[in-house]
């Protein structure tokens, strides 16, 4: 009778891999630097588009690219172990983070997990 | 069987006052250039928010601000002749308009409308 998002988040789920308390710490770490960085690149590109501004379509320019960037951050940025394949995947295919050196440490079950959804994305774009 | 805000767009409206030729000139003037310094305060304060970013919630806080504030322009910017004496009136009250400078030449009863309407919402806020 539940939906298929209530589904979805139902815990503990038959599929749903378990991260040990190891992979956790790297998986915060690594999901806490990617952010760190895109809100970074907004944060330098909303001030430089202010520092630009002259007219009022310019000043709602910014307000339409910062209601647009808040809701593709909070989107993307979801940590529910349920989930956190599919966005490692998605910042790995958007270059938003290093495998190699931020991954290090994950099993190698997740590691093809994250690569697998990272070459889907990649192969979904180029279709 | 019409709504309020229905009926109250209904042209032409009994007790709406006429505006001449010369009026309308002097309204439009008055209008954009009251307009036309309320954005430039938005852009100079969105401008001054922007430098001062250092973490994200400085920059969700300036999008908060440009979309209340385009939202709060474009509910009180109505140019529309049956709402014009209420918008002047509320310009009045928040000193974007100089009345002896800018609102000279319409007609006397207009005036009296527009000040009225700037003394209730002084009133009102002062309740």
């Known amino acids: 009778m539940s939906s298929p998002s209530a589904t979805q988040n139902t815990y503990p789920y038959q599929n749903e891999p378990i991260w040990s308390r190891s992979e956790k710490i790297i998986a915060r770490k690594a999901f806490d630097a990617a952010l760190g ?7 330098q590109e909303a001030k430089k588009m202010a520092s630009q501004i002259q007219q009022s379509s310019d000043l709602w320019d910014l307000e339409y690219y ?7 951050i909070d989107r993307k940025y979801d ?9 490692f995947g998605r910042l790995l295919y958007e270059k938003r983070l290093r495998e190699e050196e931020e991954l290090r440490g994950l099993r190698e079950d997740k590691l093809k997990s994250i690569g697998s959804f990272a070459k889907f994305l990649a192969e979904d774009t180029a279709a």
């Open 37 to 43: 960085r895109e809100l970074h690149e907004v944060i």
């Open 66 to 72: 910062l209601t647009e960037r808040r809701k593709e």
């Open 79 to 87: 940590y529910r172990y349920s989930q956190l394949t599919q966005v």
